[in-house]
């Protein structure tokens, strides 16, 4: 389970009651799975990797983690070979069969289907970067729809707040930044990480007021504390309230990537 759903560099922090949220939307026997909305660099992947392994550990998908990214592709071919592989054994029988083996085995076991950078089907932002044909988006769809009534779940990120094309119904659970005990967390693994001393900001008011102005946004927090090895965070605050230096753009730009 680590090799498909990895640790992020600093190790996975908090989400306590997002893991609560997320399994409570997979007990409802109406929803078919849930669906993490949220910004870029807000998280989402992270969850998603850090639950299914939770989930996997305490029994609730026994019949395996299979995961899709998205980024870069976004067609059937790529779940059907994250389920099935991707070897000769499944390469001989047509597109059709491979889905209806992938379908049995899904219906039949307990399994998480993560699906990962999903707004890229229909494109974002608003139609740009549509990486799914319309084909393949009822492919994709079809597929997805075939599992109601089985024994697995699906778990699907995106930066949209709802997936139009999709017709079977989820729970949509917006993901927002890391609570403040848990950013201070990451913050100081940061640091660490970057050889930083921390107690150099100890008494340092701003230092906290740095923090909640990057909001737990993890991708801010990896794009900026390490400035603290040049600058104060009293000029770092500054900087972001002018979008000088290029510092208030970084954080901006942090929440646009993948």
């Known amino acids: ?12 922090i908090g989400r306590d009651y997002d893991f609560l949220r997320i399994e409570r939307a997979l007990r409802n026997p109406d929803n078919h799975g849930v669906i993490l909305s949220g910004t870029g660099g807000v998280g989402k992947t992270e969850l998603a990797y850090g639950f299914a392994r939770w989930y996997y550990e305490t029994g609730g998908c026994s019949g395996g983690v299979f995961v899709t990214n998205f980024k870069y592709k976004a067609d059937l071919g ?17 597109e059709k069969a491979q889905c209806k083996r992938a379908i049995t085995y899904l219906k039949q076991n307990s399994c998480l289907l993560i699906l990962d ?18 084909e393949e988006k009822e492919k994709i ?20 707040p709802v997936e139009e094309w999709l017709t079977v119904a989820y729970s949509i659970l917006e993901v927002k930044g890391l609570v403040a005990i848990d950013a201070e967390q990451m913050a100081n693994r940061i640091l660490t990480d970057k050889k930083i001393n921390v107690n150099r900001f100890q008494d340092d008011p701003r230092y906290s ?8 946004h993890p991708r801010s927090m990896e794009s900026v504390l390490p400035l603290l090895r040049q600058l104060s965070p009293q000029q770092i605050i500054d900087a972001i309230d002018r979008r000088a230096e290029g510092i ?3 954080i901006a730009d942090a929440s646009l990537e993948c």
């Open 1 to 12: 389970i680590l090799n498909i759903c990895p640790e992020g560099q600093y190790g996975f």
């Open 78 to 94: 790529q779940i059907i070979g994250a389920i099935t592989g991707f070897g000769k054994e499944f390469s001989q029988f047509s």
């Open 117 to 134: 950078n999903v707004e890229t089907v229909a494109g974002y932002p608003g139609n740009w970067q549509v990486l799914a044909s319309t």
């Open 141 to 160: 769809d079809n597929f997805l729809r075939e599992l109601r009534g089985g024994k697995s779940r699906v778990l699907l990120t995106t930066r949209k």
């Open 209 to 216: 007021q740095l923090i909640k102005y990057l909001n737990g």
């Open 248 to 250: 208030g753009a970084r």
